[in-house]
Structure formats: structure tokens, C-alpha cells
Nanobody, 125 residues
């Protein structure tokens, strides 16, 4: 049974930083593509960043230069380091996984089939 458990969310002031972690179990982590998505109230779930099993990354335009996604295959964990946070970054952040593939993208929620329960990030102005 695949489990993705996010941690690291919380309340931070604008301009601050947070690091989210997602611990994966029940899958062969090193061959899975991983992603971070976020969903604000009343809005769709959108990509934050993704990292393929190969290490290649993709970012939403809104977070480029501020967020960095990384993975530690030895720890079965994917991270997103978030800096220069803005109030518009406030959302529930979700970790996602899917078996690694070069045939499909990693920018849509429909590209992934395993999901964590989410962690709240609130950025105050």
C-alpha cells in the first residue's frame, strides 16, 4: 500500500521560508516521479514543482527562483524548499507520486496516481 506523508507546513510571515517533506512508503521510490501540488480555497489543484526519477525538474512559473524541489532516494523522501514566500502561496500542499515515465508530463494532477493527505501552508502579510 502506497503512503505519502507530508510534513513541514505551518504559518510563516511573507518573505520567510519553509521546507516541506514527503516521506513515501510502499513503493520503489527511486523509480517514481514525484510532485508537489497546491490548492487554495475555491481554486484548482496546481503544480508547484515536480522531479522525475531521473532528477529532472519542472516548476510552476509562479515559484521559479523561489522554490527548489529535491529528492533523497536513500530516505524515500522528496522535499520542496520554499523561500521568499508570498501571501498568494497560501494553500494546502500535496505530495504526489507515479511510476516513472518518459512518455507523459509531470505538470498536471492527472499525471499522478498516488497522493498524500496534504499540509497547510499559510503566509501572512
Amino acid at each position: 500500500q502506497v503512503q505519502l506523508v507530508e510534513s513541514g507546513g505551518g504559518l510563516v510571515q511573507a518573505g520567510g521560508s519553509l521546507r516541506l517533506s514527503c516521506a513515501a512508503s510502499g513503493l520503489t521510490f527511486s523509480i517514481h516521479d514525484m510532485g508537489w501540488f497546491r490548492q487554495a480555497p475555491g481554486k484548482e489543484r496546481d503544480l508547484v514543482a515536480s522531479i522525475r526519477w531521473s532528477g529532472s525538474t519542472s516548476y510552476a512559473d509562479s515559484v521559479k527562483g523561489r522554490f527548489t524541489i529535491s529528492r533523497d532516494n536513500a530516505k524515500n523522501t522528496v522535499y520542496v524548499q520554499m523561500s521568499s514566500l508570498k501571501p498568494e502561496d497560501t494553500a494546502v500542499y500535496y505530495c504526489a507520486a507515479r511510476r516513472g515515465s518518459v512518455l507523459s508530463g509531470t505538470r498536471s494532477p492527472t499525471d499522478f496516481n498516488y497522493w498524500g493527505q496534504g499540509t497547510q501552508v499559510t503566509v501572512s502579510s
